[in-house]
């Protein structure tokens, strides 16, 4: 069974992102405070984490099949110049496929029939490996769906104040977890695995 999780770098007042500010300098300060050099697809983005951390990512990669985001991530990141940071096929959820990119590539899969929908076909992408879905709306509403097993935060001693929260707009609260199912303490961030407990 393909398992479906999400993940995020997180304040310890619980954002993901601080949309009046900014903050991402100190949300993803983990990404640069080590010796450990840790490249991604894009030869323009590698990371420099403490040891701990780059097994952290490079177990993540491994373990990851396909990803689903929001169009907003998508938009923001311009598709990340063509090919996600991980090296793994993006499913975005969106209305409408953007002008310029097809709708089904190597790379980007539009998908503009609902959220369950884009998990169905992110696991296809993902066959045996995980799927991992972003936070914000993507993460609620696959959460919401009943569709969600895992949820991993990268918990950072910074209080933002306001921002996106992790699971935005929560309709079903509360959901029990169960976990911590992993504890690994990097320098500045502390890695967490819950298990989402299935309702019903
Ligand atoms: N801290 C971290 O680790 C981390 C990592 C990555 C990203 N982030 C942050 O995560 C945030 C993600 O943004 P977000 O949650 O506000 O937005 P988002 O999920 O990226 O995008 C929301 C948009 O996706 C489309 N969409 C979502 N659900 C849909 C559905 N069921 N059907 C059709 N379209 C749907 C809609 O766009 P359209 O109507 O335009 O199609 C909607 O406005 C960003 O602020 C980013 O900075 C944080």
Known sequence: MTKVTT????????????????????LFQWYGNGDVEVPTADPDMTW????????HIRDLVERTGALVVGRRLFDMTNGWGGRHPMDVPVVVVTHHVPE???????????????????????KAI???????????????QVLEAGLLDEVHVDLVPVLLGDGIPFFAGLKIAPVQLEGPTRVVQG????HL?????KQG
Do not use: C, P, Q
């Open 187 to 190: 320098n500045g961030v502390t």
């Open 7 to 26: 993940g995020a770098t997180m304040s310890l007042d619980g954002y993901i992102a601080d949309a009046t500010h900014g903050g991402f300098e100190h």
């Open 126 to 140: 993902a066959g045996d490996k995980e799927v991992g879905v972003n936070g914000g709306t993507i993460a609620t």
């Open 100 to 122: 310029g990119w097809e709708r089904e590539g190597d790379s980007f899969v539009f998908v503009t029939d609902g959220i369950e929908a884009a998990v169905v076909r992110a």
């Open 193 to 197: 695995a819950y298990r989402v407990r």
């Open 48 to 55: 420099h984490t403490s040891a701990v951390s780059a097994k």
